[in-house]
Each structure stands twice: as C-alpha cells, then as structure tokens.
C-alpha cells in the first residue's frame, strides 16, 4: 500500500499539487566582461553618440558605428549595412527607403508583431494581410499571389520564429511583378535557405538587437542591402534626411522626411562584441531547440516544429502544434499544467494583426479614415483561416533565447513535458 502511494505521489502533476520537474530557469544573460570594457571604454572617450543631423563628417556617425557597420557587412555578406536604434526604425527607414507612398499597399504576414503591418502605414499606404503556412508559420506564397494587385508596391515578409520565409520564390515573384522584397528578419540571424543567410535575399532585410533576440544591444537594429541607393536612403531617412537633401544633392526627395532612428556608440560597441559571439548565441538555442525536437516528436497530438529542406532554423520561438481532439483536454489546461511542472511556455502568438483595433476600426491618422479611406476595397474582412486555427487552438510556445539551460536542464524539460503528457487522464478527471 505505501508503494503504491508513493507511486501515485511520484506521477501526480505539480498543477495537482505534486512535485514540479524544475522549479526556476535563470534569464539568458549575454552580456559579458568584454562587453563591459567595450562601453567602459565609450564612456572614457566622451563620445557617446557622434551623429550630426547635417551634412558634415559627422552624418554617418561615430567610429563604433562605422565599425559595427562595416563587421555586420561582411559577416552577413552583404554590400551596406546601415544601423537603427531598432528593427522597428528600420523597417520604417526601409518602407521608405523604397519610395511607399498614400494609397499603395504592401503584403504582409497576419502573423508577426505589429511593426511588421505599422511600417507601411506609416507612410499612408495600406498593409494587406496574408494567411501563414501551416507548417513554418511564414507568409503563404500562394495566398501572397492571390492578393498582388496594380496598387501592390512590395512584400513585406517575417522569417517568423526563426525559420526562413520561402524567400527565393518570394524574390522571383517580384522579380516577376516588378515589386520591392522586405524582409524582417527580427527574429531570425543565421537563419539559412538554400545557403545564404535570411535577411540577405530581399532588397532590404532588417535585424533586431532588442535584448530578447539571439544577440543585442538593449535596443538596436541593423538593414542590411546590396543595393547602393537604397542604403544611402535608408541613411538619409535614419537622420533628418529634410536638413540634408539640399546640400547632399538628392534628387528623389520622396519620403526624405525627419526621423531620428541613431544608434548610440555605446550600443555600437555593444553589438559589436555581441556579433564576434554570435554563433555560440544562436547555436546554443539551436542545439536546445533540436534536442527538445527529438526528445519529444512522435508524441500522438503533439508535433513539433518541422524545418523545411535546405533552411536552417534558429528557433526564437520553439513553437509546437497541439491537437486538443487528440488529447481531449483543453490547450489553457495543457499549458497551465507545463508551466506548474516548470516547461516555460504559453499557449498562443499574437493574434492575428487585423484583429488590432486600428485596422479593426481603420483609425489610424487623424479621424477621418487616412489612409484606409485611399482604397475602395473591402479591407480586412477575409480571415486568415490557418492564422485563426493556429493562435486559437493550436500554438504552444517556448522561448529559447529567454533561459539559461544546460544540458541536465534541457533533460529535466523533457522530463517536465513527458510527465504531464504521460498523466494528462489527471487533468482530465480534475
């Protein structure tokens, strides 16, 4: 009889009031002495940030940045680099970049966080929402072909969770079109298609170094292009491009409005220590990634993340499909119970962005419509049908870039998960 109740006692779930498999994970911490050194070194010289919003020496910013620049170029193999103060600026600096104007509109995911659909409207044009694939959770290209239209100026695509879009066929297309290809690449550094690196195939491509990604500076964000002009646009939009067109002799003065998006030489010279570590940063969340992909596939109701042929995924978000009707207990109720045995997770993405009230209610600019009241279509009224499923009833998500885990931590997760799914029948009789 007392084994039995020990028995019991040792498979009871911790949200049961049993014993959890791991009780903390300490916060990924990535910064490091030489990171240290490095600011403490800024800070001696006095030159914090060294940009001058006028046409002189200064316009392209201190040494740090011109380094951080230079060493982002050629790591990523790309001819310009230009940096933000973070990927939501380059993303606007890129929508401009490329000549948006009112009434234009631009394809983008229904999946991302809402910068992704906020940077061409920033500019008065109107993002189009696109349905995701039900496997690697980027812009479905065939749904892509079906929203193109004499108003479309570009595709905005998210290399979402760190797995690559399908970004060759996405350029061809609009090689094919004669449109401009964006890509967020926020969440995906070293992420790979085909051998080349995400982020580097579309026109522009814009990183992230906010201080959750793979590596950071705080706030920072970096585009990259091969493309001479764009890259000297993006730098006129990145410091008050108005105080500048006169003397730098630009010509094409579309979008050459008066942002402040400069990166601080002490975040220069952050991300530049951050960058020389960057494969042991994002191999040591692929490596968590996979092995959790091992250790848990082949579990009837559960499928882990699939990675297409030829691409390299860098695992943001280690994000799970879960099938209630296999399991028979509710989503909420599965993931409460991982989080009391200590398998950080929770249970849904963001929300389809055309939920949000401004293109719910196409108040955006003033209050009179601008600039949905540019387009005679019937926005936003299509859901997204896999995006719907996938945020309602499907996603799990966990976060690799956010824990500190060795090895033994990375078994107890497992072991966390497999004891909740092993005695799911307790939640169910709960």
């Known amino acids: 009889m007392a084994t039995q109740t020990k028995t019991i006692m040792k498979n009871k779930l911790a949200i049961l009031g049993g014993k959890p498999t791991l009780k903390t994970l300490n916060t990924y911490k990535s910064i490091s002495k030489l990171e240290v050194k490095e600011v403490n070194e800024v800070l001696k010289s006095g ?59 631009v394809l983008v995911p229904s999946t991302s966080m809402s910068a992704t659909a906020m940077a061409p409207l920033i500019y008065g044009a109107i993002p189009i929402f696109v349905d995701i694939d039900k496997d690697t959770f980027c812009m479905n290209i065939e749904d892509v072909k079906k929203k193109i239209t004499k108003k479309t100026k570009a595709i905005l695509t998210v290399n979402l969770f760190g797995h690559p879009a ?70 006129m939009i990145r410091n008050h491009a108005e105080a500048v067109v006169g003397p730098s002799k630009t010509r094409d003065l579309t979008n050459m409005v008066g942002f402040n998006f400069r990166m601080t030489e002490i975040s220069a010279a952050i991300a530049i220590q951050q960058l020389k570590q960057i494969d042991q940063h994002v191999n040591r969340r692929v490596d968590l990634a ?67 009230p401004v293109f719910k209610n196409k108040i955006a600019f003033g209050s009179k419509g601008y600039p949905f009241n540019l387009s005679k279509r019937n926005l936003y009224i299509d859901k997204c049908n896999v995006a719907e499923d996938l945020h309602k009833e499907k996603f799990i998500c966990f976060e690799p870039c956010a824990y500190e885990i060795d090895e033994k931590k990375c078994k107890l997760l497992v072991e966390a998960f497999k004891k909740v799914y092993d005695n799911i029948h307790q939640l169910d009789e709960a």
Not at 64 to 73: C, F, T, V
């Open 290 to 356: 996979e092995n959790l992909s091992t250790n848990l596939n082949n579990l009837p109701g559960i499928e882990v993340p699939k990675v297409r042929k030829n691409c390299k995924h860098v695992y943001y978000v280690w994000a799970l499909k879960y099938d209630k009707n296999k399991l028979g207990i509710s989503r909420k109720r599965f993931v409460d119970a991982l989080n009391h045995q200590g398998f950080p997770c929770f249970e849904a993405y963001l929300s389809p962005l055309y939920n949000l």
């Open 47 to 105: 030159k914090i940030s060294c940009f001058y919003g006028s046409w002189e020496e200064g316009f392209l910013g201190g040494e740090k940045i011109q380094e951080l620049e230079a060493m982002w170029s050629k790591r990523f193999e790309v001819k310009y680099s230009v940096s933000v103060n973070s990927n939501t600026s380059g993303l606007y600096a890129a929508m401009g970049a490329i000549g948006i104007s009112p009434g234009d509109e």
């Open 166 to 235: 399908r970004l060759k066929e996405l350029k061809d297309l609009t090689k094919k079109k004669n449109l401009f290809l964006i890509e967020d690449n926020a969440q995906g550094p070293l992420a790979t298609e085909g051998g080349r690196y995400a982020g580097t195939i579309g026109d522009i491509g814009i990183f992230s170094l906010n201080y959750h990604k793979h590596i950071h500076s705080g706030e920072g964000g970096i585009c990259v292009t091969n493309d001479k002009n764009l890259a000297e646009r993006m730098q």
